[in-house]
Nanobody
Framework: QVRLVESGGGLVQAGGSRKLSCTASGDIFNNYALGWFRQAPGKEREFVAAISWNSWTGTETKYAESVKGRFTISKDNTKIAVYLQMNNLKPEDTALYYC????????????????WGQGTQVTVSS
Protein backbone atom coordinates (compact mmCIF):
# COMPACT_ATOMS: atom_id res chain seq x y z
CA GLN A 1 0.00 0.00 0.00
CA VAL A 2 1.20 3.50 -0.83
CA ARG A 3 0.16 6.66 0.98
CA LEU A 4 0.51 10.12 -0.56
CA VAL A 5 0.15 13.34 1.42
CA GLU A 6 0.02 16.75 -0.27
CA SER A 7 0.62 20.15 1.25
CA GLY A 8 1.23 23.72 0.17
CA GLY A 9 -2.07 24.80 -1.27
CA GLY A 10 -3.64 28.15 -0.49
CA LEU A 11 -4.76 31.48 -1.86
CA VAL A 12 -2.41 33.40 -4.14
CA GLN A 13 -2.78 36.43 -6.37
CA ALA A 14 -2.47 36.17 -10.12
CA GLY A 15 1.16 36.38 -11.15
CA GLY A 16 2.30 34.95 -7.85
CA SER A 17 3.97 31.66 -6.97
CA ARG A 18 3.20 28.63 -4.88
CA LYS A 19 5.04 25.39 -4.14
CA LEU A 20 3.20 22.15 -3.57
CA SER A 21 4.74 19.15 -1.84
CA CYS A 22 3.82 15.48 -1.85
CA THR A 23 5.40 12.85 0.35
CA ALA A 24 5.04 9.16 -0.38
CA SER A 25 5.27 6.31 2.09
CA GLY A 26 4.69 2.59 1.91
CA ASP A 27 5.55 0.12 -0.82
CA ILE A 28 6.70 2.62 -3.45
CA PHE A 29 10.02 0.84 -4.00
CA ASN A 30 12.93 2.41 -5.91
CA ASN A 31 11.43 2.71 -9.40
CA TYR A 32 8.42 4.99 -9.42
CA ALA A 33 6.61 7.90 -10.99
CA LEU A 34 4.86 10.69 -9.12
CA GLY A 35 2.62 13.19 -10.77
CA TRP A 36 0.29 16.11 -10.23
CA PHE A 37 -3.23 16.33 -11.54
CA ARG A 38 -5.80 19.03 -10.93
CA GLN A 39 -9.55 19.32 -11.03
CA ALA A 40 -11.49 22.55 -11.19
CA PRO A 41 -15.19 22.72 -10.27
CA GLY A 42 -17.33 21.31 -13.05
CA LYS A 43 -14.32 20.06 -15.01
CA GLU A 44 -12.62 16.73 -15.43
CA ARG A 45 -9.37 15.91 -13.70
CA GLU A 46 -6.42 16.87 -15.89
CA PHE A 47 -2.75 16.06 -16.01
CA VAL A 48 -0.35 18.78 -14.87
CA ALA A 49 3.13 17.27 -14.57
CA ALA A 50 4.89 14.04 -13.70
CA ILE A 51 8.37 12.85 -12.83
CA SER A 52 9.77 9.35 -12.78
CA TRP A 53 12.91 7.68 -11.68
CA ASN A 54 14.03 4.19 -12.54
CA SER A 55 17.34 2.45 -12.84
CA TRP A 56 17.33 2.13 -16.65
CA THR A 57 16.20 5.59 -17.83
CA GLY A 58 17.05 7.77 -14.88
CA THR A 59 14.85 10.81 -14.25
CA GLU A 60 12.21 11.89 -16.74
CA THR A 61 9.66 14.69 -16.58
CA LYS A 62 6.58 15.61 -18.56
CA TYR A 63 4.31 18.68 -18.46
CA ALA A 64 0.93 19.67 -19.75
CA GLU A 65 1.18 22.35 -22.43
CA SER A 66 -0.83 24.76 -20.30
CA VAL A 67 1.83 24.84 -17.57
CA LYS A 68 5.06 24.51 -19.55
CA GLY A 69 7.46 27.30 -18.70
CA ARG A 70 5.53 28.21 -15.55
CA PHE A 71 5.52 25.05 -13.45
CA THR A 72 8.48 22.90 -12.49
CA ILE A 73 8.27 19.42 -11.03
CA SER A 74 11.15 18.05 -9.00
CA LYS A 75 11.85 15.23 -6.60
CA ASP A 76 13.67 14.90 -3.35
CA ASN A 77 16.70 12.65 -3.56
CA THR A 78 16.73 11.90 0.16
CA LYS A 79 13.16 10.67 0.42
CA ILE A 80 10.30 9.78 -1.88
CA ALA A 81 8.76 13.20 -2.35
CA VAL A 82 7.81 15.41 -5.26
CA TYR A 83 7.37 19.15 -5.52
CA LEU A 84 5.51 21.39 -7.92
CA GLN A 85 6.83 24.92 -8.14
CA MET A 86 4.13 27.06 -9.72
CA ASN A 87 5.09 30.49 -11.01
CA ASN A 88 3.14 33.18 -12.83
CA LEU A 89 -0.11 31.68 -11.60
CA LYS A 90 -3.31 32.48 -13.45
CA PRO A 91 -6.94 32.37 -12.26
CA GLU A 92 -7.46 29.36 -14.54
CA ASP A 93 -4.92 27.44 -12.45
CA THR A 94 -7.45 27.43 -9.61
CA ALA A 95 -8.20 23.80 -8.79
CA LEU A 96 -7.84 20.98 -6.33
CA TYR A 97 -4.36 19.60 -6.96
CA TYR A 98 -3.81 15.88 -6.46
CA CYS A 99 -0.59 13.95 -6.11
CA UNK A 100 -0.60 10.56 -7.80
CA UNK A 101 1.84 7.66 -7.82
CA UNK A 102 2.60 4.55 -9.79
CA UNK A 103 5.40 2.05 -10.12
CA UNK A 104 8.08 2.18 -12.79
CA UNK A 105 7.46 4.39 -15.84
CA UNK A 106 6.15 7.86 -16.53
CA UNK A 107 2.49 8.27 -17.41
CA UNK A 108 0.04 11.10 -18.00
CA UNK A 109 -3.34 9.41 -17.81
CA UNK A 110 -5.04 9.48 -14.43
CA UNK A 111 -6.19 5.89 -14.97
CA UNK A 112 -2.53 4.80 -15.02
CA UNK A 113 -1.98 5.97 -11.44
CA UNK A 114 -3.31 3.61 -8.75
CA UNK A 115 -2.28 5.73 -5.77
CA TRP A 116 -3.76 9.14 -4.94
CA GLY A 117 -3.56 11.75 -2.24
CA GLN A 118 -6.49 13.68 -0.85
CA GLY A 119 -5.70 16.87 -2.73
CA THR A 120 -4.70 20.41 -1.80
CA GLN A 121 -6.66 23.45 -2.95
CA VAL A 122 -4.96 26.21 -4.92
CA THR A 123 -6.99 29.36 -5.51
CA VAL A 124 -5.63 32.13 -7.71
CA SER A 125 -7.36 35.49 -7.38
CA SER A 126 -7.40 38.00 -10.22
Amino acid sequence: QVRLVESGGGLVQAGGSRKLSCTASGDIFNNYALGWFRQAPGKEREFVAAISWNSWTGTETKYAESVKGRFTISKDNTKIAVYLQMNNLKPEDTALYYCAGRHYTLATMSSDFPYWGQGTQVTVSS
